[in-house]
């Protein structure tokens, strides 16, 4: 017993035992290998199934069957996790190219379950034969599985490019992945070109590449620069909305048929909240929802009279429902060291090409020993011919006619093992003709073998060609069809737009108390107009329909609906109400939500970086970690910029009396979704006090736009970040915030 015990601090050892769980969770589970596009659970079931013949020709077999050989031979977890994820595969509305073909009910876009594995049966389609040719030919290498009593491969050969084709979801441990379907016809005609061309850019692929392809269809947001943004970094959002039709029911009458909805939105859910919209009367352009739909889409909408415009009202729902929605890319995957990396387009490309030389190669050497090893048999059949009657001699009278073999023609182990096994009514003459063509077709193959592994650019074509065969099977003119979602620029419906036709919106003035405290009032007041009183750390003006986000001192964010606030109360509304906050947390800043800005945000220490408002979004009410606070060091102070402009960021430091300021770069601050940030500036004893959004004529703005005139040019002032920054004197310095979130001096 003693042996067994681990002897450590129990911190340590948590922490290794920790770090052990959240890698086998990143690797085992929740990142997929950019090679083949799969998990473990989907690399084993498809290997199952390939073991148990459900070829697509073959004949259907039980789900059950088909889980129960996964969980007993590779995967040892729960039934009921290995089922859903074979249920994920053949659901045509989940997975862009279905890799198992099911029988029976496998679910709905309604969100309704699957019938239990024991009523399902289930094989392999053709695309699944594209992801495991190869395999038997020692393309990839193999491992023990977890009771070390079969093999089990590390990887599949996958000519079918699975991790762009179908995508990847899931989340591990500090690390997430989200890739959304692409067509196999684009993104195998990218292949070719980056194998013709390596030195291509993601700019030249992207012509190939036009975006997501949603099993679901839909309509996306065709904007260049985004689609450019997010394939580049590996990180982004496509933005996608239902595909609809207007029917003419004659006498001026109409109704709107939704015919395709977003990726993985729940149909009935989607129809629900609608008809919540109608009884709540927050729609006045909307009459009447019905779902019509049988195999395909059919949502039916009815106008509340023949003025309301078609497109007025789809607009005003794109932005109430999830009839409009947002499919992110977080390009996270394992690399060929199975470490996690994200990759942007060009690198996932390259991974996928340089896999399939791996398996060309692999499987060219296999075929290459296959034959050589045919051709010494062949070699040792043309001597038996030629020597037939002394070996059946040899063979009739011998005791070891192996031995003897051996001994008097120099045959290989290998040789005389095939001459024994032959029958010796097929020693005929026409035998020894067939064996001569057989062993001259062989020499040439093997020719051509070596020619091949010996050449780079017939390797090349050879890759081609296997892409041009996935096109033509899975392509444009297959059952697959054409892409799905439409590319096509829309345009996006405002707030002011949304005024007059949804709800009434109103414009709201929010003071922020003693930092825990909200006051809400009706109407947009200037700052000199509100009596406050020394207690008020910021004003902000609004709308009713803003989200506003909320930084507290420990580097959490919350975000509210505006719709929620409480009016009337002099004293304001204590923040807990709305959300929920620790011990001794304070709220420092209110930012209205905007995917055109970004915050940047310093701590006491003076550590620093800037992160975007689309970031900060969090819909728990225990809000959302973003600045992770070293010890003895405080959130202090942050600031609202452009992030599309590169302008400057200035830094009020302070040390009792003693003013310091410094002026640097915005883009020599990291641009992070969580962290700790880098230093601002080197000067002992002294504490960040402010930092300010600065124009590039570097001056600082108050909220009537004018300009704030220190005593000194402020070019002085201007150095890199990390420096001691230079003294300046202001007297009698107020710090407060103005409703357009630019501070006052």
Partial sequence: MSSNIIKGEIQQQFAKKYLAYALSTITQRALPDVRDGLKPVHRRLLYAMYLLNLSPKSQFKKSARVVGDVIGKFHPHGDQSVYDALVRLAQDFSTRYTLIEGQGNFGNIDGDNAAAMRYTETKLTKISEFILSGIEEDTVKFKKTYDGELDEPEILPSQFPNILANGSSGIAVGMATSIPPHNVNEVCQALIHLNDNPGCSIRELLKFIKGPDFPTGGILNDDKKEIFKAYNTGRGFFEIKSKYKVEDLGRGLYQIVVTEIPYAVNKSKLIEKIANI???????????????????????????????????????????????NKSFLNMNVLNEKKEPQIMN??????????????????????????IKKRLEILKG??????????????????????????????????????????????LKKIEENEIKQEFKALEYEK????????????????????????IYQFGDNSKFGKRKSILEKFEVFTDDELVSKLEVVENINISLINNQFLKAKKGHYKIS????????????????????????????????????????????????????????????????????????????????FSINLIDLYSNKRSGKKIFNIKKNDQFKTSCLVDKNKDNFIGVFLKKDQDIKLLIFKIKELPNLQKGSGVICFKSKGYKTSSIHALEDDLMFYDYYKNKLQLNKNLKNYLSKRGKAGKPIKIKNIRISRGFDNNFVL
């Fill in 278 to 324: 109608i009884i709540n009367k927050k729609n006045k352009l909307l009459e009447h929802v019905s779902d019509e739909s049988d195999e395909s889409i059919r949502i039916v909408l009815r106008p509340r009279n023949r003025n309301v415009n078609p497109d007025d009202l789809m607009n005003s729902l794109f932005e109430q429902t999830e009839l409009k």
């Fill in 345 to 370: 387009l060009k690198d996932i490309l390259k991974a996928l090409l340089k896999h399939r030389y791996n398996i060309l190669n692999n499987r060219l050497r296999f075929q290459l020993n296959k």
């Fill in 381 to 426: 059949f043309l001597i038996v011919y030629k020597n037939l009657n002394r070996i059946i001699k040899i063979i009739r009278n011998s005791k070891d006619p192996k031995k003897e073999l051996v001994k008097k023609f120099k045959f290989s182990v290998i040789q005389v093992e095939a001459i024994l096994e032959m029958r010796l009514r097929n």
């Fill in 447 to 470: 020719k051509r073998l070596i020619k091949i592994l010996n050449s780079k650019s017939l390797q090349r074509k050879e890759v081609n060609k296997e892409y041009e065969e996935v």
């Fill in 529 to 608: 107009d509100i009596k406050n009183d020394n207690n008020s750390n910021l004003i902000l003006n609004c709308k009713t329909t803003d989200h506003l986000c909320l930084i507290s001192n420990i580097g959490k964010s919350y975000v509210l609906d505006g719709r929620i606030l409480k009016f009337g109360s002099i004293k304001g509304v204590a923040i807990s109400t709305y959300i929920k906050l620790s011990e001794n947390e304070k709220i420092i800043d209110i930012f209205k939500y905007s995917e055109k800005s970004k915050v940047v945000l310093a701590s006491k220490d003076g550590f620093a």
